[in-house]
């Protein structure tokens, strides 16, 4: 049903093209594509950078604007790190764990525990 529907919309649309009523109705159906492309073109076609790496004049427009971004981009960045001292040796800092001792004397350092004995138990002090 649907199929017979839209065939008998496009008989009808064909009739209404094929007898334009007035100058104006038949202006309208014109196609104006305007710019859309298609045209004539000027001069060589144009590559893709990676199929001629060395011609940039052949390139694209669109490949030439990024390759030269980049390039500066590039061009900036080394003369940043050049003159901003570029990498910098990091020295590695070893982590020595301390002795069960050095932590508890630390400790009692630290929080000036009163009631930490030798051997690290509690000693309770009665005042």
Known sequence: ?????AAARQVTSLT???????????????QRRG???????HGPPRINVWQDPMSPSKWKEEHFVI???????????GGYKLFSGGK?????EVLVMPSKDEFRNWVSWMFE???IT?????HIVAQ
Do not use: C, N, Q
Not at 16 to 30: D, F, G, I, Q, Y
Not at 67 to 77: D, E, P, Q, R, T
């Open 67 to 77: 390759v030269s971004l980049s390039g500066w981009g590039l061009l900036f960045y």
């Open 88 to 92: 910098k040796e990091k020295k590695e």
């Open 35 to 41: 710019l859309a492309g298609g045209g004539d073109h």
């Open 1 to 5: 049903m649907a199929a017979w529907a």
């Open 16 to 30: 209404r093209l094929s007898t334009p009523t007035s100058a104006a109705h038949a202006a309208k159906l014109v």
């Open 118 to 122: 030798e051997k690290g138990r509690m």
């Open 113 to 115: 525990i009163p009631g």
